[in-house]
């Protein structure tokens, strides 16, 4: 009865202003104290972590236009999180979930994971920062992997209140030093924990064995050698300890310019052909250093330029692609279609879906990190080309582009593993900075682009179009995004492996302590269990070529909502909407001329481009080959597993490719367990342990943004659900066609 009409909206339309008033604290209703304390849930710290501060009767929110319910609990503060303690966790706790984190609760929101927050302020939401007049009486926090939090704090005690807040904001908002991060004291307090080889799960790049391998594996070791001019970061703190170069390159001119101005390799093709990356030479004004730039340019050019033999094209992604403000400013307003804070919020957006999402840009940027992606391939493929990829410091869309290059030539980079070993190379030895990308010491705002959460997009239109030729599922995508906010493995926390070994005490040969072992993220056990892990692998991956004709007709299946946007606007048939139909004559009304580039994206493409494009796609795909993408506009589809996870109105309960999924695997477990019988009669042993491996399966129907999807908020579809509608004309008929549908209610 408290839980309800006790806190004004936040956010969308405004909810009628509640009545009733309770002069009975919530703590007053519990007669037995001992029986109180018996529910409390436990705050379990990870070693070095430290309660910093704490408020009780909060109210945990769970919105639901304008009724709002939820459990009361504590909020609690620490070095490393923000974490509500339910009074009655069993209320909202889903006992069939297969897919928990063990280091990240459901209710727990690491502080390098939120976004920004609000405080609501007599029903109307100001964001908060820096020291407070006055506090509010529910906040709400935004979260960057798209989860939203509301909690009330009328009940709780107003010196409680200012302690949370404040130090909830301080916490979060403050900038730090990177001595200060949860990962150091981590790692500190875990000293002699047992650690796991690394080596198990990634080839880590940190060893000279580690590139010459590499080397032999792509067969670039006739042209191609590994250094170790740079061991100790003596010439260039931005490049790692060890890399590779043209064979005939000199040592002497790698220490000239320090690592800048010479072609580092990042993967040679079958025929010969490499992908190269280069820093940029120092800008220069006077013209004696510029000649001498000049002429050590040419010379260096001539080791992987050397025609009729060998020839290299430039791409330099600095001047003509995309800059990082403009990746930054498309998350920005694309982010903000899935925050939503109710359910009335999300009816009032559905009809401006299109719009918004094109106005965003998002979509198209991934269009053409894909599309520049495949231009190099036509070099590296069709002509025989090198292509040195060309950028100031060479790890932002050199890493981005270098790695969609691999992920669609190379089947090995397909593989868990070998995905894995990819990111290590060009992303962590590749010195991207995670740490000012990812605003990690929320030092400077104008450093912060979501570079690598664009790759893992990326990837996904590709594992999306092509489920066969991928060994990893969206899955795991999803979940390596989630581990960028999670400070107690050291990937994605550092902005260069020079400054990650100078802070472990590394580079400090005469220090007596011990260098800290820092966890790795591709130790997928310290955040799953096996159970949940066996999600993270495709089982329709295929791995022989044989198989390919048999697998082609299923990775074209239609999407089951519209998560792109249309090409035309000519077709005669109703068109589906993101979550209802609209007709032609809806879609242009709506739309009118703002997809028109969309429409025409496909026609930008070159003439050798489109052949070679067209070419690929006029042939049954490979899956143990080279794969391109369909870049049309349609084709490049919203990440619906990793940002509409969170908003139960999204949801299919037993809809949506999980279904399909859930079907396929059912037929073949069934034929696993036929062949089990079969060989039972000679090694029933093996067969008793086979059964015990088989795939996580829940009894009921699966949502279709399993395992993330969250279906204890129930949600009502209205007929019309915004007054938008009402402007539009023909609501009699808009009505009808609601009944078409399935409501999402009933989830």
Known sequence: MLGKGVVGGGGGTKAPKPSFVSYVRPEEIHTNEKEATEKEVTLHLLPGEQLLCEASTVLKCVQEDSCQRGIYGRLVCTDFKIAFLGDDESALDNDETQFKNKVIGENDITLHCVDQIYGVFDE??????????KYPEKLVIHCKDLRVFHFCLRYTKEEEVKRIVSGIIHHTQAPKLLKRLFLFSYATAARNSPATDPKKHAVMFDTLQDWCRELERTKGNMKYKAVSVNEGYKVCERLPAYFVVPAALLEEDIVFFQGRGIPIWCWSCHNGCALLKMLALPKEQDDGVLQIQKNFSDRIYKTVHRPPYETAKTEDLSSNFLSLQEIQMAYSKFKQLFLIDNSTEFWDTDIKWFSLLESSSWLDIIRRCLKKA?????????????????????????????SLVQVMMDPHCRTIFGFQSLVQKEWIMGGHCFLDRCNHLRQSDKEEAPVFLLFLDCVWQLVHQHPPAFEFTETYLTV????????????????????????????SQDSQSKPLNLLTVWDWSVQFEPKAQTLFTNPLYVEKPKLEKVQRKGTHFKHQRQLSLPLTQSKSSPKRGFFREETDHLIKNLLGKRISKLINSSEELQDGFREFYDGWHSRPPSYQGLLLPRLEGPEIKVWAQRYLRWIPEAQILGGGGVATMSKLLEMMEEVQRLQEKVEARHHSQEALQAEAASTPRTSGRLSSLFPFALLQRHSSKPVLPTSGWKALGDEDDLAKREDEFVDLGDV
């Open 124 to 133: 109307k939401k100001k964001t908060l920062f820096g020291q407070l007049k």
């Open 374 to 402: 495949v231009e190099i391939i036509e070099c590296l493929e069709a002509q025989n080309m090198n292509v040195l990829l060309l950028e100031d410091n060479a790890s932002d869309l050199c890493c981005l582009v270098s």
């Open 480 to 507: 390596l995004s989630d581990s960028l906010y999670i400070p107690i493995f050291s990937t994605f926390f550092f902005n260069s492996p020079h400054q990650k070994d100078t802070n472990v005490g590394r580079e």
